[in-house]
């Protein structure tokens, strides 16, 4: 089998240590470009949101490059992610494309089909390899989030102009030829040692930033059009709140053994939402208020069109924003984004919040709450 995935950031380099220790080929799709939003935007839906056009749009360029396997997961829940294996299917089949989809749903909720869906994958190395690929990329998933965070920290107070980025390239390339636990974790050492060698020690960053909001723009840097690496140029440190590493400890394997509850998130959430609203919505509402709580000089809630957990935390920022006297911007992505509109607002709200912070420095009275939620 010749495997594809669509891209959510990084994330492939842990796919990639899978699906080498079971014995496939697996096709990488080209970075997610204009060309593939067009093809996903063109054979997609009109109001299916950004996440899956962008993958409809990996899976054709991928299919161009020898792929004829999927391989893509399920979801539960009013979030639409359970659909878009079936939709993606359907569509590629309407365009005449001879591609197997092997769907990955949640162990609890129908363990007997995910075994069925597993065993294509393991037939050919057996389930040592199985568990041996598994350990790899769970080890190059955690390494990538620690590279990326320390690269948030790093990026405001690079000693030259994008250096950050240029490494944190060169040692995700480092990080995809190691092939042991021992090499995986010296290249994620070293490399977080090279970036925080490119720190100018000197100099102040006054501004400390959270995202929040649904996990494929937060971790997809071409959906979210590099908005970690935009705030670190404007000289803000980023502190994302969605981490892959957590929510697959908390959703997959503490939650298939019974031993997950999101009641700490409904408990931060009190006063402004009070159960699960399927995706990220809870989230995006609890950590903002945490964020909030820990006296983050502003918020950045970024979301796709349509995207109905996120709308609904949408509307309740406002509050939280209000109530907190912590302004909170929120973006909606799709197709029709534009980049130069992009970074207007994201000057505008570093603007804002430098202000901000000097009012309050200062002890002059902040005056309305500041939440930005326009398109």
């Known amino acids: 089998m010749k495997i594809t995935v669509p891209h959510m950031g990084n994330v492939y380099i842990a796919v990639e240590a899978l699906l080498n220790e079971l014995g496939h080929?697996?096709?990488?799709?080209?970075?997610?470009?204009?060309?593939?939003?067009?093809?996903?935007?063109k054979y997609s839906p009109e109001t299916v949101c950004l996440p899956l056009k962008l993958g409809i749009g990996n899976f054709l360029e991928a299919v161009e490059l020898g792929a004829d396997t999927i391989l893509m997961v399920g979801g539960r829940g009013p979030c639409r992610l359970g659909y878009y294996a079936a939709l993606q299917e359907e569509i590629l089949s309407d365009l005449g494309k001879q591609v197997d989809f092997i769907v990955l749903d949640h162990p609890k909720e129908d363990f007997a089909k995910l075994k069925s869906q597993v065993l294509p994958l393991i037939k050919k190395r057996g389930i040592r390899a199985l568990l041996r690929g598994l350990v790899l990329a769970w080890e190059k998933l955690v390494a990538v989030e620690k590279l990326e965070r320390t690269s948030h920290y790093v990026r405001p107070r690079e000693s030259e102009p994008r250096i950050t980025s240029r490494l944190l390239e060169k040692i995700l390339q480092d990080l995809r030829d190691a092939n042991t636990i021992t090499g995986i974790r010296r290249v994620c050492r070293q490399g977080c040692e090279a970036l925080l060698d490119a720190a100018d020690k000197t100099k102040n960053v006054r501004l400390k930033i959270g995202i929040v909001g649904e996990i494929y723009t937060i971790l997809d840097h071409f959906s979210n059009l590099d908005l970690e690496e935009r705030l670190g140029h404007l000289g803000s440190e980023v502190y994302r709140t969605v981490s892959l590493v957590r929510w697959l400890k908390n959703h997959v394997i503490l939650s298939s053994l019974g031993l997950y509850s999101n009641k700490p998130l409904i408990n931060q959430a009190r006063g402004y939402l009070h159960a699960s609203v399927g995706g990220h919505g809870l989230d995006s509402v609890a950590q903002t208020v945490k964020l909030a709580e820990q006296k983050f000089d502003g918020i950045v809630h970024i979301l796709p069109f349509t995207c109905m957990p996120e709308i609904i935390a949408q509307s309740i920022l406002p509050r939280v924003a209000a109530d907190y006297q912590t302004p909170v911007l929120s973006l909606v992505v799709d197709e029709?984004?534009?980049?130069?509109?992009?970074?207007?607002?994201?000057?505008?709200?570093?603007?804002?919040?430098a202000r901000h912070a000097k009012r309050a420095e200062g002890g002059q009275e902040l005056g309305k709450p500041l939440s930005l939620s326009r398109r």
């Open 25 to 41: 080929d697996f096709i990488i799709p080209p970075q997610s470009s204009k060309r593939t939003l067009t093809l996903g935007t």
């Open 336 to 353: 029709h984004t534009g980049e130069a509109g992009f970074q207007t607002r994201l000057e505008a709200f570093v603007d804002l919040l």
